[in-house]
């Protein structure tokens, strides 16, 4: 047997020059880095992310400018996912759902922050190309008007920070005087009354609140002697807090009539403020409508969620092309011209193309037969309209009230 077969196996397999100092023995010492250990765990470090208890490599203790590097990276870094997501999301309906079930989801951009981006970049972007300055005639009564010099907020804030039950009632007092002064100055105005009552009520109320906070045996000294101190119209089974809430909400949204009067916009920016509150809150119940349309489909939830999820950034993407398509013809046409029509065409397009996309999603997603399809994507869209309606109603009336 030759010496070079009596060597160990593991020396013959070294690669590379003898080491200093090795030169006897013939075997070689490679000095290899230990591995990085969690700081968390102690476990070997084999990636950006511990793969024992999840913590990333890197904490926030860096330089800033890598800081920054790294957020604008997180933000705006989807690279390739762009075109692999947004041509399929307005092309081609239902891939981006049957692919992310199907399990293939690192190459497309995730369906909550598809929609997340999407719709707040759309409502912005419409919110910025709209104007309703003299376009929007809002027929408030002369009531309203009358009651747009009270500030209710200022009555509020100014009774809010009283140190002192004497201070909350001077306060309170000089509130209901000035009502009265607008009462006796409008006396023969329509619906005024009932509108410097609720106002009284709801000062009443908050005055009612402070003192309360400062001094609890003063306020139920003062309730004895005041009983009718808050007189707020009741629901039936409803909370105290309820009816107050209510009370306040509709004599602010009375009292910013006249201001939506003077500015429209007022109003525009209340609606696209509160449109994308009422799609967030109604995206959990289309999902919702979809596994009881389809509760026989065996499908999860969460299944009918990214359905949910990709129909809406849907909505969200050809809002804001059609914005984008209106923005582009006011500025680059002039009217009675082809490019005008043109441009009117392609909105007509992406307007029918809205429906056909959503049947087609539902098809494909679901695998049904046409008919059964077509009459569940019937149903779908007549019930998810209505309470879309009644969420955005709700929403915008509380946005209209709040400023």
Request: net charge negative.
């Amino acid at each position: 047997m030759s010496d070079t077969e009596t060597l160990p196996q593991q020396e013959l397999a070294t690669p590379g020059p003898l080491a200093a100092g090795d030169e006897t023995s013939g075997s070689v010492n490679i000095d290899v880095p230990s591995a990085a250990a969690c700081g968390n765990c102690g476990a070997p470090l084999l990636g950006p992310h511990c793969y024992a208890c999840g913590q990333p490599e890197k904490s926030l203790v860096r330089q800033f400018p890598e800081l920054i590097g790294d957020f604008f990276s997180t933000v705006f870094g989807l690279d390739s996912r762009i075109a692999r997501t947004f041509g399929p999301l307005l092309l081609n309906p239902g891939f981006l759902s049957n692919e992310y079930l199907a399990g293939r989801r690192v190459r497309y951009v995730s369906p909550v922050r598809l929609f997340v981006f999407l719709c707040l970049t759309a409502f912005f972007a419409a919110n910025l190309s709209s104007d309703w300055e003299g376009g929007l005639s809002i027929n408030s009564s002369t009531a309203a008007e009358a009651m747009a010099g009270l500030d209710l907020d200022q009555m509020e804030n100014t009774i809010e920070t009283a140190a002192s039950v004497e201070e909350v009632l001077r306060l309170r007092d000089l509130a209901l005087e000035e009502i009265a002064d607008v009462r006796r100055e409008s006396d023969d105005v329509s619906g005024l009354p009932e509108l410097t009552d609720g106002l009284e009520n709801v000062i009443r109320g908050h005055a009612s609140r402070r003192i309360a906070q400062l001094n609890p045996a003063a306020a139920e000294r003062l309730t004895e002697e005041d009983p009718v101190n808050i007189q707020l119209p009741q629901l039936e089974a409803a909370p105290s807090a309820l009816n107050a809430w209510l009370e306040r909400q509709g004599t602010r949204l009375t009292m910013n009539i006249a201001r939506i009067q003077q500015d429209p916009n007022l109003l525009k920016d209340a609606l696209f403020g509160a449109i994308p509150t009422a799609l967030f809150i109604m995206l959990p119940i289309f999902a919702l409508c979809l596994s009881l349309l389809y509760a026989f489909s065996r499908r999860l939830y969460m299944e009918h969620l990214i359905v949910a999820l990709h129909s809406h950034a849907f909505l969200s993407l050809t809002l804001l092309l059609s914005v984008l398509l209106i923005d582009l013809r006011a500025w680059l046409t002039g009217p009675d011209t082809l490019p005008h029509t043109l441009f009117n065409l392609a909105l007509l397009v992406l307007a029918f193309w809205v429906p056909a996309y959503l049947l087609l999603m539902q098809k494909r997603v679901y695998r049904q037969s046409w008919p059964v399809t077509t009459l569940k994507y019937s149903v779908l869209g007549v019930a998810y309209m209505i309470m879309l309606g009644i969420a955005t109603t709700i929403a915008g009336l509380v946005s209209v009230a709040s400023f």
